[in-house]
């Protein structure tokens, strides 16, 4: 289990080999990266995100023992980058690795939506335009929520 | 105690944190969120929908009934959008 919060920017394939090599006997591993979006209509130069360091270790360290028990994953990790970012550069990756494919994909799904919601990280957006700070998306509070009921 | 603001929260308070002594009859995070707000303009402009405001008690999300009297750090800041 672990949880890295960094400036950095990090290898997604090589993470995940790392992720893979030290496999204790599991039959799935899912990889989920997030990337900087930027569309042509919608540009954006830098995506500089704001975290709350030791919160968000603790709530992340929480969650992933939360979807290690509930959808008896093996292993889970997840690596959360912080600061000024740019377009196509990788922001988050979740890794999961369970006996089966379903616990798996679950288990990623879970903590990523835990991540949009739960988790202290602020995203401002700098445009053309200037500045301005993402809004919480009441979808991802529904997508968050659905774990509550099911 | 300690606050800390982040966020659009911190930029409109322009600080990131601050020591308080609130008065014993500020209990809850809501009532220190309305202690806050009554102290100055840019704490009453920026806190105006308290709904917009998460809170954290040390390292624990809580909700705005929260007793604060055993928090060393008060984390204020707007909803979460990480991921």
Same mark, same amino acid.
């Given at each position: 289990m672990s949880v890295r919060l960094q400036t950095a920017p990090f290898d997604p394939g090589a993470e995940s080999n790392l992720f893979l090599a030290s496999n204790? /006997?599991? /039959?799935a591993a899912v990889t989920f990266t997030g990337l900087v979006r930027s569309q042509p209509g919608d540009p954006v130069t830098t995506l500089t995100l704001e975290v709350y360091a030791e919160l968000a270790e603790a709530q992340i360290g929480t969650s992933i023992a939360e979807a290690v028990s509930r959808f008896g994953l093996i292993k889970a990790s997840v690596i959360h980058r912080f600061g000024p970012l740019h377009p196509g550069e990788p922001i988050v990756q979740v890794m999961a690795l369970a006996p089966h494919r379903r616990a798996a994909f679950e288990g990623a799904e879970f903590l990523m939506d835990f991540l949009k919601t739960d988790a202290p990280f602020w995203k401002k957006e700098a445009t053309p335009e200037g500045e301005r700070w993402v809004e919480a998306k009441p979808e991802d509070d529904h997508a968050r929520d659905r774990w509550r009921t099911g | 105690m300690k606050i800390k603001y982040f966020a659009w929260l911190r930029e409109r308070l322009n600080r990131g944190e601050e020591d308080v002594s609130p008065p014993?009859?500020? #209990?809850t995070v809501a009532d220190l969120i309305a202690w806050l707000r009554s102290r100055d303009e840019a704490a009453e402009l920026a806190m105006?929908?308290?709904? #917009?405001i998460k809170a954290a008690l040390d390292t624990q999300i809580v909700p705005?009934? =929260? #007793?604060?009297?055993? =928090?060393k750090v008060i984390a204020l800041f707007p909803p979460m959008t990480g991921g």
């Open positions: 204790a /006997g599991g /039959g | 014993p009859e500020v #209990l105006q929908k308290p709904s #917009l705005h009934t =929260a #007793l604060i009297a055993n =928090a």
